[in-house]
Every structure is written in structure tokens, then in C-alpha cells.
């Protein structure tokens, strides 16, 4: 039996986290889409949802938002359980899917009136305004959804996911489809929401998670595989190393693909290439026995510090 300190301290421990997955599992026929996965995220936090195509991302979120359901585990949204208190918890969500649902037909402030119209919002009009301010919609707002770009189309989804002030934002791939401009434009929007609110986004530009986010989770084949702040997955995996090198003259790249302990090779521009490998100090023998051999120059050798593509490629590949 639980006395009445330890229900306290359960309570103010959900109560930190306004979003907690323990041990989610779902399935789609025999396919394991997800795997016993368990992660929290805190109050405040800004959090990256990594993985590649298929990993499991978009079912991860579709579970929290309580659009499907697990076969096992919970997902708790404010400490609310989202399958048993799914109207609550929808209230306490802003969600942006990566198919970004909207009616083509109706103009953008008549979508936002509808959107706000649903949460019961008193003050329609003010709110629908400083959503479109928000986003940058203003020089699109009179016209219908279907005129618009891609790129207001998601700014639109994102007002509407907005509106009702929600304390979580999920939002799967949110800058798909912008421009440069557009998206840093729509990244200074996540960080200043990210002050006061719980943001889970999913997206394949990782210089977007280097930019805004607080902590990163990687999940791959339905697995969690990293959960930790960008600095200390950087530091873990700093024994992968990057060695770029380049040469006066053309070389044939199957003589740098014969040396021993290179991972991944990439040809960057003629005569340069980036050569990954556990062994640096091997790899730069190597190089130099290499060019004795073939009468090679190197003109440059130097070592490049773990990025967050190379952790991603590392722990997904």
C-alpha cells in the first residue's frame, strides 16, 4: 500500500513531465512497429524526434496524442493516462501531423475561426489574429488554404495547432516543405514556445535539432537507441572520428576504400574526401604509407569533431 508521502512524490514526479511513455509496444500484423520503448519529457523542454524513414516516429506520436492506441504499455500526457482520458488530453495538445490535415476550400481565417470555434475559445478573434501574427501568415490570411504554398499551408496547421494554447506541441516533420528563410523563421517560433511549453518534434534536418533542440531521442527499427542532450551523445561518440583529406592529383578511391578501419567514405569535392574511422591514428599511418606507395601528395590532413549526422549515422545505420 502506498502511504500518502509516497502518492505525493508519484504525483509531483508525473506532474514534471508533461509527456511519459513506459513501455509502448504496437504492432501492424506481425510487423513490430514498436518495441517496449519507455522516454519522458520534461516540462520546458524542447526535444528532437530522430530516426530514419519507417523507424517508428510518426507512430510514437500518434500514440501520445491518442490518435491510435498501443497493444501494450501507457503514454501520459500532464500526468493524464491519454487511452482512458483521451478528450482531456487532447485539450492539453497542440499536434501537427506530417500529413497536415486542412479543409483546401475554406479561407485561413475562416479555418482558424472553425479550429477555435472547436475549443471553445471566448475570444475568437483575438486569438485567431495573434496566431497568424505568430506564424507569419498575415500576408496570406485572406486568402483560401488550397492558393496557398506549401510552406503556409504548414504555417496554417501550425496556428491551428496552436490556438487553444496547449501545454504540449507534437510536431511531426513541422519545416517540411519551406524555404531557408521560412524555416528559421519557424524555428524562432519552437524556441520561443519552448520557454513555457513542452515541445516533441520530429524532423530530418538535423542542423534543426543542433539549432533549437534541448535533448535528442534516436529511435530506430522501433527502439530507442539514444536518449541524452546533443553534447554528451557528441562526447560519446567522439571515438568515431572524421579524418579529411586532400590531394594534389586524382586518386583512385578504391585505394582509400582498401584501408583497414574506415566506416563510411565520402568524396566531398574533387581531390577531398572525408574518411570516418574508430582508428584515427591507424588511418593517418595508413595515408602516409599510402602516399610513399602511389606517389601521392596530400596537401591536407586534418580531423573533424563528431557532428550529429555521424552520431545519427552511427546509431541507426
Given at each position: 500500500m502506498l502511504n500518502a508521502t509516497s502518492v505525493l512524490n508519484i504525483s509531483r514526479y508525473f506532474c514534471a513531465m508533461s509527456i511519459q511513455v513506459i513501455g509502448v509496444t504496437k504492432l501492424y500484423g506481425k510487423q513490430k512497429a514498436l518495441d517496449n520503448i519507455s522516454f519522458r519529457v520534461n516540462s520546458g523542454e524542447i526535444v528532437g524526434f530522430l530516426g530514419p524513414n519507417g523507424a517508428g516516429k510518426s507512430t510514437t506520436m500518434k500514440i501520445i496524442t491518442g490518435y491510435i492506441d498501443a497493444d501494450e504499455g501507457d503514454a501520459f500526457v500532464s500526468s493524464l493516462n491519454v487511452s482512458t482520458n483521451r478528450i482531456e488530453t487532447k485539450k492539453k495538445i497542440g499536434y501537427l501531423p506530417e500529413a497536415n490535415p486542412l479543409y483546401y476550400d475554406m479561407y485561413v481565417r475562416e479555418y482558424l475561426d472553425f479550429i477555435a470555434g472547436l475549443h471553445k475559445i471566448s475570444d475568437k478573434k483575438k486569438r485567431i489574429e495573434e496566431m497568424i501574427a505568430l506564424t507569419g501568415l498575415k500576408v496570406e490570411s485572406n486568402k483560401k488554404i488550397g492558393q496557398l504554398s506549401k510552406g503556409y499551408k504548414q504555417r496554417v496547421g501550425l496556428a491551428g495547432a496552436l490556438i487553444h494554447d496547449p501545454e504540449v506541441l507534437i510536431l511531426d516533420e513541422p519545416t517540411s516543405g519551406l524555404d531557408p528563410n521560412q524555416i528559421i523563421e519557424i524555428r524562432e517560433v519552437i524556441k520561443k514556445l519552448g520557454k513555457n511549453k513542452t515541445v516533441l518534434f520530429s524532423t530530418h534536418i538535423l542542423q534543426e535539432v543542433e539549432a533549437i533542440c534541448d535533448r535528442v531521442i534516436i529511435i530506430n527499427k522501433g527502439i530507442i537507441v539514444a536518449d541524452d542532450t546533443l553534447a554528451n551523445l557528441q562526447t560519446a561518440n567522439k571515438k568515431m572520428v572524421s579524418l579529411i583529406v586532400s590531394f594534389k592529383d586524382?586518386?583512385?578511391?578504391?585505394?582509400?576504400?582498401?584501408?583497414?578501419?574506415?566506416?563510411?567514405?565520402?568524396?566531398?569535392?574533387?581531390?577531398?574526401?572525408?574518411?570516418?574511422?574508430?582508428?584515427?591514428?591507424?588511418?593517418?599511418?595508413?595515408?602516409?604509407?599510402?602516399?610513399?606507395?602511389?606517389?601521392?601528395?596530400?596537401?591536407?590532413?586534418?580531423?573533424?569533431?563528431?557532428?550529429?549526422?555521424?552520431?545519427?549515422?552511427?546509431?541507426?545505420?
Open positions: 586524382p586518386v583512385n578511391k578504391d585505394l582509400l576504400e582498401g584501408m583497414e578501419g574506415i566506416t563510411h567514405i565520402e568524396e566531398l569535392k574533387p581531390l577531398t574526401f572525408k574518411l570516418t574511422t574508430l582508428h584515427p591514428e591507424s588511418l593517418r599511418k595508413q595515408l602516409m604509407e599510402l602516399s610513399l606507395q602511389h606517389n601521392l601528395n596530400i596537401v591536407s590532413l586534418q580531423s573533424e569533431s563528431e557532428s550529429l549526422e555521424h552520431v545519427f549515422r552511427n546509431l541507426t545505420k
